[in-house]
Structures are given as C-alpha cells and as structure tokens.
C-alpha cells in the first residue's frame, strides 16, 4: 500500500489551466447570486454581530478549535500525498493541540515548530494526477470545481464531531448541530474581509470569485510554489530570441567603438594641434576618422 502511494504521488499534479473550464456558467451564475442574496440578507448581519461582540482572542480560539478537529483530514491526505515526513510532523501537531492545547483551543504545536498544513483529498488528486475539470458554485457552500468536489465527504469522514452525537454536515464540516452552526460563522468570519475587498473592488463578482478560487487552489496543491504559466506563444519566443541576437551584435560593435576609443591619443589643447597639423603629413581629423578597426 505504501509502495502505491509512493508510486501514485510521484505521477505529480497536471499543468495548471491557464483559463478556466466554465461550461455551467450560467448554472453557476445563478447560484452565486443566490449565495449572494443570501449571504447578505442572514451571514452578513450574523458575521457583523458575531465580530463585534466576540472578542479577537476568542475567535482565534474557536477557529483553532475547529482547525485542530478538521486536522485527521490533513494528516490522511498528506500521506496519500506520499509526504511522509510532513506526515509525521501533522500527526504530531495534532496530538500536542488536543492535549497541551486544551483540546486545540490553542495553538501549542506551533511552540515546538510544528509548523501548520493545509491539505485536502482535492489537493491529492490533484497529486495523483486527476484534472481540475469544470468549475462549479454550489449552493450555500460556494466555489468548488469537479476535482474538490469528493473532499466534501472525505472532510466529513476524518472529522471528529462526525463520530460525536448526531452528525450534520455544513460546508464540509460535520458537527453536533450547535457546533456545526458556530463552525459556519466562523468560517464565513475569516473570509470577511476578502469578501467585502471583492464587493469594492469587483467588476464582475462570479469571474473575481472563480479566479481567487483557481489561483488560491494551484497554491495549495504547488505547496506555495505553482509553476510559472505559458504567457508567449512559440512564435513569440522565436521573436525574443532574435531581439536577444540583435542585442548580441550591437553589443559587440559597442565593444569595437569602446576599444577605438581607449587606442586612440589623448587629444591635446587646440593650440598644440594647431602645430601638428603644420608639420604632421596627415591631418588630426584624418588620423582620428581614418584610423583601421582593430
């Protein structure tokens, strides 16, 4: 089984697509003016409340919290993904911030330098090798694509609260109702203000969520480091490279200038060539313009 993994996570994510697939657009449209309406006629006024009277440091406690038992996803995935150190390291930060940190209320690994993933079953097919396929916008959830789709059940199944009283699943986190309610407005309170930065600046709301979305997903699946995209054709590179012989050529007559120059004599006052040119068989200005390449 090992063997597999390895073999599988050494196939490597397929070149990320320079447009994206959007043939639901319409379909997708119509839900994210859904999600939209929604999102600001019931989370906005919740999220509004829920930041202005629930202090900072306990709001960073609740999205540990919920952080440290959504983490078994990351640590299976990170695995699948044949990263076996990084494995080691999550499993790791998952024991010390249930235990030392209070049931992951804090963040005690990062203490001890184990430092934080973000990983996902999207992110391993990715690895595997699966296409991102369409782009799709669900409803209530919002952004996905065909590929991120199955991490909605795989989340569900490495939760916690899942194994804990009656499950609901909210925006791929499974819960105890009361909890899985809280999880959403915590989760909608840390996009707060990449979304109201989108509604002022935003042309076209659905094409700046599905680019954000696309690019933050090529992040995550490169590890911080996605590969630089395609911007010229062949023939354009044709184009550069004959500018680059261009270059070349006028910089080796620069050179030839440059050295005519140092060879030549240091000219003397005009007085002096006054007397050269008396008693020299040619004149300066024929030594100067007449003098052979070197």
Request: aromatic residues 10%.
């Amino acid at each position: 089984m090992v063997g597999l993994i390895v073999v599988v996570g050494c196939a490597g994510p397929p070149q990320p697509r320079p447009e994206a697939y959007d043939p639901l657009e319409n379909m997708n449209r119509s839900f994210h003016v859904f999600n939209t309406k929604v999102d600001e006629l019931v989370m906005q006024p919740v999220v509004d409340a829920y930041i202005d009277w629930v202090h900072e440091n306990w709001r960073l406690s609740i999205s540990n919290f919920f952080d440290n038992l959504s983490y078994p996803n990351v640590i299976v995935n990170t695995f699948l993904q044949g990263k076996f150190r990084q494995g080691f390291v999550d499993t790791g930060r998952f024991l010390i911030n249930t235990t030392l940190g209070v049931g992951g209320l804090f963040d005690a690994a990062s203490v001890f330098g184990l430092e934080e993933h973000d990983e996902d079953f999207g992110q391993t097919l990715a690895v595997w090798g699966v296409g991102e396929g369409p782009y799709l916008t669900l409803p209530f959830l919002g952004p996905s694509t065909m590929r991120d789709l199955p991490d909605l059940g795989g989340s569900a199944l490495t939760n916690v609260f899942t194994y804990v009283g009656t499950p609901v699943l909210v925006a791929g986190v499974a819960a105890t109702s009361p909890l899985a309610v809280l999880a959403f407005i915590d989760k909608r309170a840390r996009a707060d203000r990449a979304l109201r930065a989108r509604d002022e600046l935003a042309l076209d709301s659905y094409v700046f969520t599905r680019e954000a979305y696309r690019q933050h997903r090529t992040f995550l699946i490169y590890d911080g480091n996605p590969p630089m995209p395609e911007l010229f054709a062949e023939e354009d590179l044709q184009i550069f490279e004959d500018l680059e012989q261009e270059d070349a050529v006028d910089e080796h007559a620069s050179v030839r200038q440059r050295k005519l120059h140092e060879d030549l004599p240091t000219l003397e006052p005009i007085s002096t060539l006054h007397r050269v040119e008396e008693t020299a068989p040619v004149s300066v200005k024929e030594a100067l313009f007449t003098a052979p390449l070197p």
